[in-house]
């Protein structure tokens, strides 16, 4: 549920997801602008933090208990769209 989810997630913000990798609920999502990534996740109430290398492109690494329920998922990939897409706002604004 996890993988498909941010899948659609990169598809429908590929300026600020470029992909996701791992198993399970385990997963590092690569994104670009992390810094911004994080602070827009904190204020939406997402405990995000950045990990591994700094760049460009840059990951956050994602760990849900084992007994996380379906409906948990779903409300992560809800609000972790509405961060990209403020994100994705910001950035274009900012290009403006």
Known sequence: QL????????????DV???H????LMRAVLVKHRDEVVRVG?????KLLGCGWDGEVAPIRLLMMADTLGREIEEFLRVFGDVLAAVSKQQ???SN
């Open 3 to 14: 993988a498909p989810g941010l899948d659609a997630l990169a598809e429908a913000h590929p």
């Open 17 to 19: 997801l470029v992909g």
């Open 21 to 24: 990798r791992g198993l399970g």
């Open 42 to 46: 904190w204020q939406h109430g997402l």
């Open 92 to 94: 274009t604004e900012a």
